[in-house]
């Protein structure tokens, strides 16, 4: 799996994609400068690099149209889900987001194989906060595929909404009363017992390492 990309990034790799699949053709680096609106061609060098060095394009050298897109005909499978939200894994430890289904101003990109969402139906990825859930191979800092459903089971890990606050646990259901349980040999993470007032909104699919995805933008989208 490649490297997240970030919004500004991502923006930048589609206006490419449109380029090519438009005219059968990689764009100059004037016409990238012109299409992004940047003021220099540097910037626009600056995130090719950043793009390369991810693994989304290859550039030919000692070639005037140079870029070639790794993925540009879809060959691969996957598509681009949004990071749209941190969730706690420690108790309840941050707010609830108002993420709304399809918006797609996310900061940062992953990519996951076609299959998971073709099998899953609507997924998003967030990132996990605390260590409650250490013992499920959560670590803060960790991504985590959601599949917005409320269509669980017992022993199902889930992101739950309590009040104003979401959380990651493994859910289960007996008699009539909700038990959110951390998984954590931590005493300090206690399960959270609930009748009212908390909402599932979607199921745990995988859990995608930190440390696999390291990122950051050094340059401005308008320069």
Same mark, same amino acid.
Request: hydrophobic share 40%.
């Given at each position: 799996?490649?490297?997240?990309?970030?919004?500004?990034?991502?923006?930048?790799?589609?206006?490419?994609?449109?380029?090519?699949?438009?005219?059968?053709?990689?764009?100059?680096?004037?016409?990238?400068?012109?299409?992004?609106?940047?003021?220099?061609?540097?910037?626009?060098?600056?995130?090719?690099?950043?793009?390369?060095?991810?693994?989304?394009?290859?550039?030919?050298?000692?070639?005037?149209?140079?870029?070639?897109?790794?993925?540009?005909?879809?060959?691969?499978?996957?598509?681009?889900?949004?990071?749209?939200?941190?969730?706690?894994?420690?108790?309840?430890?941050?707010?609830?987001?108002?993420?709304?289904?399809g918006?797609?101003?996310?900061?940062? &990109? !992953?990519? *996951?194989?076609?299959?998971?969402?073709?099998? %899953? $139906?609507?997924? =998003? /990825?967030?990132?996990?906060?605390g260590?409650?859930?250490?013992?499920?191979g959560?670590?803060?800092?960790? &991504? !985590?595929? *959601?599949?917005?459903?409320?269509?669980?089971? %017992? $022993?199902?890990r =889930? /992101?739950?909404?309590?009040?104003?606050?979401?959380?990651?646990?493994?859910?289960?259901?007996?008699?009539?009363?909700?038990?959110?349980?951390?998984?954590?040999?931590?005493?300090?993470?206690?399960?959270?017992?609930?009748?009212?007032?908390?909402?599932?909104?979607?199921?745990?699919?995988?859990?995608?390492?930190?440390?696999a995805?390291?990122?950051?933008?050094?340059?401005?989208l308008?320069?």
């Amino acid at each position: 799996m490649m490297q997240l990309l970030t919004y500004k990034q991502q923006k930048v790799l589609d206006i490419l994609r449109a380029h090519i699949e438009k005219w059968q053709e990689p764009p100059t680096l004037e016409q990238l400068r012109a299409k992004l609106g940047f003021a220099s061609l540097r910037t626009v060098t600056q995130y090719l690099d950043i793009l390369e060095r991810k693994g989304y394009i290859v550039r030919r050298k000692n070639t005037w149209r140079n870029i070639e897109l790794r993925n540009a005909d879809g060959m691969w499978g996957t598509v681009f889900i949004p990071v749209v939200a941190n969730v706690g894994c420690d108790d309840l430890s941050v707010y609830a987001q108002g993420y709304k289904k399809g918006d797609t101003q996310a900061d940062e &990109y !992953i990519e *996951v194989d076609k299959k998971i969402v073709e099998e %899953s $139906g609507e997924i =998003v /990825a967030v990132r996990a906060v605390g260590d409650s859930m250490l013992d499920a191979g959560i670590h803060s800092g960790d &991504y !985590i595929l *959601v599949q917005f459903t409320d269509n669980v089971k %017992s $022993g199902d890990r =889930v /992101a739950a909404i309590v009040g104003d606050m979401v959380t990651v646990k493994r859910y289960e259901k007996r008699d009539g009363v909700a038990v959110l349980y951390p998984e954590s040999k931590d005493p300090k993470y206690k399960p959270i017992i609930l009748k009212e007032d908390f909402k599932i909104t979607g199921k745990v699919l995988c859990v995608i390492p930190a440390n696999a995805n390291v990122s950051s933008d050094i340059v401005p989208l308008n320069d």
